[in-house]
C-alpha cells in the first residue's frame, strides 16, 4: 500500500484542537502527539501488514490514524470522547483522501467493547492513556481473540512492568496476566517533547505477539484469581498469600506442593505456567481442601 496522508504537525494539532474547543484532560488522559518522525516509528515498530485490520484506541485527533490508514486495509479507530469520534472522519478525508474509506470510527469506551463492526481486528496499534493502559490491553485481548500483536504507547513505568521476567522488582500482575496471552517485548523509548501537552514522565513502546496460553485444565479466570491473590501482598510467602483464596494456610501450602510450587517462595518468583498449575488446585475448581480432588 504506502499510500500517502499528510500527517499533523504542532501547529496542525493546536489548531485543530483550538477549532474544536478541545482542553487535553487529565481525566481522559489525552496527551496528543505532535511529532510526524514518532508516529512513523510507531508503525514502523508496529510492522502491520497491507491486508491487517488494525484497532486504534483513542486516536485523538488522529495523528496515528493517518498513518495508519495508508499502510493497512482498515483501521477501526475507538474514541470515547464524542467531539473528537465525530471529527476524525473529516480530518482524514482532508489529509488521507485517497484512503478515507478505510477508516471505521467507533464512538465508545473500549473497555466495554465485546466486539466490532466488520472484519475482526487483527493487529492493535495505539497511543494509550496512562492511567487505563494495562486494563484496556488485558480487556481487548480477552474480548477480541483475533487480535494476534500489538504495539502500544504507554507510561514507561508500565511499559517496564509489562514486559518484566520473573524475579524482576517490577514484576507483577500485569507482567503475568500479559504473559497469559503471549509475549510482550521493550520496543523502545519516547520521550516527552513528542506530545501536546507534554506529560510528566516519559513513554515507552511495548510489542505484544500472542501465544496459546500455557496447558492448564484452569480457565483464565481461575488462573488470574491466584495471580491477584499472589500479588495482594507482595511480602507474604505464597502459604500465606494464597490463603484467603484456598480457605486456609494449611489448604494453600497443600494447594502449593501439589503444583510442584515451593510454599516458602513468593509471586514474584513464579511464571504464569506455575500460576496456572496452582490454579488447578484451588477452591474454584474442585473444593476447599486439596484432598478432596
Request: net charge positive.
Amino acid at each position: 500500500m504506502g499510500e500517502t496522508s499528510r500527517l499533523l504537525g504542532p501547529a496542525e494539532v493546536r489548531a485543530l484542537a483550538e477549532r474544536l474547543g478541545i482542553r487535553p484532560t487529565k481525566t481522559l488522559g489525552q496527551n496528543f502527539v505532535i511529532d510526524a518522525n514518532t508516529v512513523r516509528r510507531i508503525v514502523r515498530s508496529a510492522g502491520p501488514a497491507p491486508d491487517d485490520v488494525v484497532l486504534e484506541v483513542g486516536p485523538g485527533l488522529g495523528s496515528l490514524t493517518l498513518a495508519l490508514v495508508a499502510e493497512v486495509r482498515r483501521v477501526v479507530a475507538v474514541e470515547i470522547d464524542p467531539v473528537l469520534a465525530a471529527e476524525l472522519p473529516a480530518t482524514v478525508a482532508a489529509r488521507a483522501p485517497d484512503v478515507a474509506d478505510r477508516l471505521e470510527v467507533v464512538h465508545a469506551d473500549a473497555m466495554k467493547i465485546t466486539d466490532l463492526p466488520g472484519p475482526a481486528p487483527t493487529a492493535l496499534v495505539a497511543n494509550l492513556p496512562y492511567n487505563v493502559a494495562v486494563p484496556v490491553v488485558l480487556h481487548l485481548l480477552t474480548a477480541l481473540p483475533s487480535l494476534r500483536s500489538a504495539l502500544v504507547m504507554v507510561q514507561a513505568e508500565v511499559a517496564d512492568r509489562m514486559v518484566a521476567p520473573p524475579g524482576g522488582k517490577v514484576y507483577g500482575v500485569p507482567s503475568v496476566k500479559l504473559a497469559w496471552f503471549g509475549e510482550a517485548r521493550r520496543a523502545g523509548a519516547v520521550g516527552r517533547a513528542v506530545f501536546w501537552p507534554a506529560p510528566n514522565v516519559d513513554s515507552g513502546l511495548v510489542a505484544f505477539t500472542r501465544r496459546e496460553p500455557p496447558p492448564t485444565t484452569a480457565t483464565r479466570r481461575q488462573v488470574f484469581a491466584v495471580v491477584d491473590a499472589a500479588f495482594a501482598q507482595r511480602r507474604k510467602t505464597l502459604r500465606a498469600a494464597l490463603a484467603g483464596w484456598a480457605g486456609s494456610a494449611p489448604a494453600a501450602e497443600e494447594a502449593l506442593r501439589a503444583a510442584g510450587v515451593d510454599p516458602r517462595a513468593r509471586g514474584e518468583a513464579l511464571d504464569v505456567a506455575a500460576f496456572a498449575r496452582i490454579a488447578e488446585y484451588g477452591p474454584s475448581v474442585w473444593g476447599v481442601d486439596p484432598r478432596a480432588r
